[in-house]
Structures are given as C-alpha cells and as structure tokens.
C-alpha cells in the first residue's frame, strides 16, 4: 500500500514574527485560508486517502496538527520529543509503515510547501510511487528552475533510465549545494539542473536499508525503538531513545551518499516559502513588485513585501523592504536580509524575550 508521511516538525524560524515556537509556519495560513499543512494534505486525498497519511511533529505541536487533520487514523500523529532534523523523522516513519505495513510505499512531504498546479503535482506523486513499488530506488522530485536561484540547493541529473507513461526518470549524479549567482546561472543554462524539492518516495524497506548502510548510529537507534512502534509503549520508546539521536538531514545522512538515486522533474510552481521574501511569488504583485497582506498605501515604492492584516500601512520612497507586524511585535529588515531573521531569536533569548519566541 502507498502512504504519505507529512514532515510537521520544522519551528519556521525565519517566519518571525507570525511564525513561533507554539505556531510554527506550518500552522499558519500564508497563501488562502488553509493552513500549510492542511494545504498540504488535502494536495495529495486524490492519491492517498487519509487513512494511510501520517504527520510526524514536535510534541508541542501535536495537539494542533490534530486540530488540523482530525481525519487522521489514530497513531498516524507521530510525536518526536524534540526535533532532530529530517533523518530521523524520516526513518521513525518509515520503521513504524514497516510494522505495519512489510510492503509499504511512502510519498514523504514537507508540511510548509506551496504547490499552485496540484494536479499536475498529484499526477507526478502517482508516476513515482509506480516506480518506488518495482524496485530499491530511492525517488526525489526536482523542480524545473524558471530562473537562477541562489537560495536552493540543486540535483545534477544524469542519463535517463525510464518513462512513466509521458514522464521521465533520470538518475541523479549528485546533490549540489546553495550556489553562487555565476554557478547559479550555469546550473540553468545547462538544463541538467533541477531545483532540490525536498520531497521523496521510497519503499519504507529501502529507505530503512539506506539508513542502515549510511548512518548505521541512526539504524541502531531505531532498531531499538522498532518493538515498541505502534503499540501503547511507543511514545515512551521513542522518548528513552531519541536523546542519542544526532540531529542530520536526509539529505546530507542518505541522499548525498545513496547510489540508487532516481529524479522525476516537475514545473508545478512549487515554492519552499523559505522566508519572507519568497512571497513575492506567492502573493499578487502590484505594478511596482510589491506584495500585500493586509491595506497598504505606497507612494514610489517598488519590491516591498508588507505582512500588516492588522492596521493599515504606509510607505514611502523605499524600496525591497519585507514590513512583518503582529500584536506584540513589529520586524522590517531588506529584503535581501531575510534569510537571517532567524538569527533574532537567538539575540531575543540572549535578551530575555523568550515570550515573543
């Protein structure tokens, strides 16, 4: 059977201010009325039901993304007592379908995407689960780049080795890191390059053998946690164990080092909403590249991104400013400052402002 494993447990630290400790940005509704992560489910009923769709979050978390899924089979809200990055969400997940499920697919997704074609994205999700079923592929999708991007890493794509009905398949020759603007650039033009997604499909059973061969630690930890998943002892298996757990991605854990790496590219205006400024995509933009959420008058401003829905703004005679405001404070930084808005909750906490984390 094919599943969805839904990542909840990111704290969205550079969505301060709306985004905090106890709402992280996979809680809030950026684009439309829906949450993220309800947005990212409901994405996905047409392939996967809800009955065989899992969300795995911070314990500080949990009670809220089951507020936002009620539709959750019981045990499918899987609690991590602290966050340890996407390795070991991933294979806490995959260990649990296995016990449940020997022959288990699972589609794993962040909860804090966009995705504004989402048939064509569901019709991709059908196409590389049908691959991950035949064999021990370990499927990503990249993202057609439609300009140079520094701020995502890339997949370098190798020969084709299949299609899927219209679609191909290509393996992956390796995973390059953010670029600068001249590699960026060459990246594009090459057209061997996609946008690294973040999103994966894997046979639980092979994603748990990559593990084992690539961060045996991390294999140990679960092995020891296995007996206990999905029975009433599991909260506290996890608990004693995840201590010893390192914090590492699957990327830099698995991805980085597997062979078996298989890409199916997709142009589904997908978007990471990595910061503030990644919503000048997401929002419509005025004449002048603006983006609002909330009233704004602007007099000669150009590329500012305002978040105010609680009072209305003003600007003038400034430009590719992001403006955040929320009930107890107020953030404006440039535009191309935004990757380091998570750098204020350390000085926040250095201050004593834990309350506003």
């Known amino acids: 059977m094919v599943y969805a494993v839904i990542m909840a447990g990111g704290s969205g630290t550079r969505f301060w201010p709306a985004s905090r400790r106890r709402k992280p940005k996979q809680l809030l509704a950026v684009s439309g009325a829906r949450t993220m992560i309800r947005a990212t489910v409901e994405r996905i009923l047409p392939v996967i039901p809800f009955s065989r769709i899992m969300a795995v979050t911070a314990a500080a978390h949990a009670d809220k993304v089951r507020g936002q899924l009620p539709e959750l089979s019981p045990g499918m809200v899987l609690v991590e007592p602290q966050g340890r990055n996407t390795a070991p969400c991933v294979a806490l997940a995959a260990y649990k379908l296995v016990g449940k499920d020997p022959d288990a697919v699972m589609a794993v997704l962040p909860a804090d995407h966009l995705i504004k074609k ?12 049908e691959v991950a079923a035949t064999g021990e592929h370990l499927l990503t999708f990249g993202v057609v780049p439609n300009r ?3 701020g995502y890493g890339y997949i370098a794509l190798g020969e084709q080795v299949l299609e899927i009905g219209s679609r191909p398949v290509y393996r992956v020759l390796g995973f390059r890191e953010k670029p600068d603007p001249a590699t960026a650039q060459r990246y594009v033009e090459s057209g061997q390059y996609l946008w690294n997604s973040g999103m994966f499909v894997w046979k639980a059973t092979a994603i748990i053998e990559a593990i084992r061969t690539c961060v045996p630690r991390l294999s140990d930890a679960m092995e020891r946690i296995a007996g206990a998943l999905n029975t009433p002892d599991e909260a506290e298996a996890i608990k004693a164990t995840y201590d010893e757990v390192d914090p590492i991605s699957i990327d830099y854990a698995v991805m980085e080092h597997a062979r078996n790496i298989l890409c199916i590219p997709i142009d589904v205006e997908w978007n990471d909403v990595g910061s503030w400024a990644s919503l000048v995509d997401v929002w419509e933009r005025d004449e002048c590249g603006n983006v609002a959420d909330g009233e704004a008058v602007l007099i000669d401003c150009s590329g500012c991104v305002i978040s ?14 992001i403006v955040v405001d929320t009930p107890d404070a107020l953030m404006i930084c440039r535009k191309d400052k935004a990757q380091e808005v998570r750098k204020l909750q350390e000085m926040l906490k250095t201050r004593g402002y834990d309350h506003l984390l």
């Not at 105010?308 to 400013?321: H, R, W």
């Open 118 to 129: 989402e048939k064509e994205f569901y019709d991709a999700l059908e196409s590389a689960l």
């Open 148 to 150: 140079p991007e520094t």
């Open 308 to 321: 105010t829905p609680q009072k209305m703004t003003a600007l003038i005679g400034v430009d590719d400013l």
